[in-house]
């Protein structure tokens, strides 16, 4: 099979064509920072997910790490209701995944199913949101740039040079 990694979605699908990929991960993270979503056939991914997404129950923003429900929320819970919402991919982070054979991985964004807004309480949203809140304080706010291989990360404000 060929390389592993970041791919983009024309590529994953001739993959798919030539059964090199037969399944994709449609994966969303929940409020614990794990990965949920639905495990679907390559030729699935294709001839569905691909154009209309896939949908999930709202359950999985509204329970704890044991998978338990938790009482309170606003989004969803018992007395409300679970209802489904619309995992839309983001192709941006289509990836091959090297350590589960023949699988790919992409990430969603959540849509409420009736309105088409996105779902505010998703991380993803959350975190948008919040750099959203943040560029006026920091202008040049942007994706931290990758170190050169070999380079160690330094935390902000910490220098690493050696000192005289």
Not at 4 to 26: F, K, N, Y
């Amino acid at each position: 099979m060929g390389s592993t990694g970041r791919v983009d979605v024309e590529d994953l699908l001739a993959r798919i064509e030539a059964r090199e990929i037969d399944t994709v991960l449609v994966a969303f993270c929940d409020l614990q920072g794990r990965l949920v979503g639905k495990r679907v056939t390559g030729r699935f991914f294709r001839d569905r997910v691909v154009a209309d997404g896939i949908d999930a129950c709202s359950y999985l923003l509204a329970v704890d790490v044991d998978m338990t429900p938790v009482p309170g929320y606003q989004f969803a819970s018992w007395e409300r209701g679970y209802g489904d919402f619309a995992c839309r991919p983001d192709f941006s982070t289509l990836r091959i995944l090297p350590w589960l054979d023949r699988t790919a991985l992409v990430l969603c964004d959540l849509f409420d199913e009736h309105s088409g807004e996105p779902v505010a309480v998703s991380p993803r949203q959350i975190l948008r949101a919040q750099l959203a809140r943040a560029r006026p304080h920091a202008p040049d706010l942007r994706r931290p740039r990758r170190a050169r291989p070999g380079t160690p990360r330094a935390p902000p404000g910490v220098c690493l040079r050696a000192a005289s």
